[in-house]
């Protein structure tokens, strides 16, 4: 009895009950704050630092802070200082960029990104989940992202990929019918592109007939352009970092008003899809969609959440990529008469664009979207919280800081790409290409957590080019290298991609 009431006394309950707090203080508030002030004062070691302690690079950024941000300004800013960061050797380039006292570590060359994007470093900065894809692939963390992308992955077999071919090509043809009325003038695609992409992706992964819920269509393009501005506003905001503090901000309503909007037009057409496959369900695993694939599997917000990543990514990345690639061969003409023989070759007349195996063989076809992809990347690159310090370029970089490996860098590396602005898809052939290291062409990113899509994106873009290519000769109105880049999540330009269009005569050169 004495021992109880000595065990349970009114004291010692007192220092165990401070014990216990104190450990919880200590591990999940005093330990991760005592370790971003490490973090902090490493990275002010580093070279091209910020003229303003607190306000890091903000102003750089964004000169009028914290006055209303100039969209315009701000993308085109930020891939300045992304050029600047890089420094004068992309190949050995490692810096930082500080939104405020908040760094994000950018290094570049091809022999980084093996270290950064080991399959060890699976967990992303918190900047994606400012995507409002809530834990979608994109910006889940990792332990939910295992048991996800295992799920997700049938969707990209060879064998689906075969059928995926079938339904691009569908919308292809029908896209450079389209196309009609916009011959022998200069236009800029990027309306018909992006609707047209969405329309594929919603076609595989949500079984919705490509020429269904034009609307909604038409304003999910709108809004995730919104949403992805959106997100580089709040990401360029040192106020906008942590939820509870950018709810006090009148900006955070109109941010996520877009953000339910766009998940809004996927719920609605989620129940279109239902409503469609009443009357034709899809048993046959050859109609299966990605929403047969994971229903059961997860809670219908998890599914939503995928569904929404899925076809956010699939769509805007492939479009940009598909504007810049015909832009170039506008401005090639050489390289698209060459790719032009090879396209009538493997698909003389009207033969369908949709036999992956003979796409494959497409060796020229697939130099000239690799090459558009190195010098354009959708994507500025791929990013990582570190779970180990690690030595890049002889300077160490700390477990949980947040690392950004620059496509756009490490693909302008003048010692593996030679006069690395020029377009010139035989890099890519047998003798050259075995003499670039993998990881020196990461538009997909690399390692684990690579694009899920990315075979998926490179098969859109060659039947897309070659059904292009094959029916019209194509002249850009602006010259190669006179388009800056805008920040906007994805790479988007500056001015119109403007090309005229020309129809062909039946194999007759453009040249
Ligand atoms: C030209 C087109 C595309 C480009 C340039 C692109 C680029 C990228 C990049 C750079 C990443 C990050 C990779 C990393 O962190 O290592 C990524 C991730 C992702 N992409 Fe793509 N992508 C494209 C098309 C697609 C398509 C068509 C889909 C789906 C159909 C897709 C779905 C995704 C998803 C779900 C992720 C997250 C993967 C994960 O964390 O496991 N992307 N993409």
């Known amino acids: ?29 005093l330990k991760p704050a005592l370790h971003n002030i490490y973090i902090v004062i490493h990275y002010h070691g580093f070279h091209y630092q910020p003229k303003s302690f607190l306000l890091g ?13 100039e969209m315009k300004t701000v993308a085109g800013n930020l891939y300045e200082k992304m050029l600047k960061i890089i420094g004068p050797n992309p190949s050995r380039s490692l810096s930082v960029l500080w939104i405020s006292i908040f760094p994000v570590v950018f290094a570049s060359g091809h022999e980084v990104v093996e270290k950064i994007l080991h399959r060890r470093n699976l967990k992303r900065p918190h900047f994606y989940k400012f995507l409002g894809i809530g834990d979608g692939l994109i910006a889940s963390e990792p332990e939910l992202w295992k048991v996800r992308r295992k799920l997700i992955e049938p969707f990209f077999t060879t064998k689906k990929m075969r059928d995926h071919a079938k339904h691009m090509y569908e919308e292809v043809e029908s896209f450079g019918q389209q196309l009609d009325g916009e011959v022998g003038k200069p236009v800029d695609l990027v309306h018909q592109i992006h609707t047209s992409t969405l329309n594929i992706i919603l076609k595989t992964s949500a079984s919705i007939p490509l020429e269904d819920s034009i609307e909604d269509k038409e304003r999910f393009v709108e809004l995730v352009n919104t949403v992805e501005r959106n997100a580089v506003k709040r990401a360029a905001n040192p106020l906008y970092q942590i939820d ?12 996520y008003r877009a953000i ?9 057409i989620f129940r279109r899809r239902k409503q469609l496959l009443k009357y034709s369900p899809s048993n046959e695993p050859e109609n299966q969609d990605l ?18 990543t899925l076809i956010g990514a699939g769509h805007d990345t492939t479009a940009v990529a598909l504007r ?14 060459k790719l032009y023989q090879e396209v009538i070759q493997f698909f003389p007349d009207d033969t369908p664009v949709d036999d992956m195996d003979t796409i494959n063989q497409c060796n020229y076809l697939e130099h000239c979207v690799k090459e558009a992809l190195r010098l354009n990347p959708s994507v500025a690159g791929a990013s990582r919280v570190l779970e180990e310090d690690i030595m890049v370029h002889d300077e160490r970089l700390i477990k949980g800081s947040m690392v950004s490996v620059s496509a756009l860098a490490t693909h302008h590396d003048p010692n593996v790409y030679p006069n690395p602005t020029k377009f010139d898809p035989d890099r890519w052939n047998p003798e050259n290409g ?17 694009c899920i899509g990315w075979r998926y994106a490179m098969l859109e873009l060659k039947i ?9 000769s194509l002249r850009s109105t602006r010259p190669h290298g006179s388009i800056p880049m805008l920040y906007e999540v994805t790479f988007q330009p500056s001015l119109p991609l403007e090309i005229i269009m020309t129809p062909r005569n039946n194999n007759q050169s453009n040249l």
Do not use: C
Not at 57 to 69: E, R, T
């Open 464 to 472: 897309y080019a070659a059904q292009i290519i094959r029916k019209l």
């Open 1 to 29: 009895m004495d021992f109880y009431s000595g065990l349970f006394s009114v004291g010692s309950l007192k220092v165990l009950l401070f014990s216990i707090i104190s450990y919880f203080v200590y591990v999940h508030l």
């Open 291 to 308: 929403v047969d694939l994971l229903e059961g599997k997860m809670e219908e917000k998890g599914l939503l959440d995928e569904l929404i």
């Open 324 to 337: 810049w690639l015909l832009f170039h061969l506008g401005n090639h003409l050489d390289v698209q008469e």
């Open 244 to 255: 509870w503090m950018f709810k006090l901000f009148k900006f955070s309503q109109v941010y």
């Open 434 to 450: 075995s003499k670039i290291p993998k990881t020196a062409w990461i538009p997909f990113g690399y390692g684990p957590r690579i």
């Open 57 to 69: 690079h903000v102003k750089q950024i964004w000169p009028n802070f914290p006055l209303p941000i």
């Open 260 to 268: 339910n909007s766009m998940i809004e037009v996927i719920n609605k």
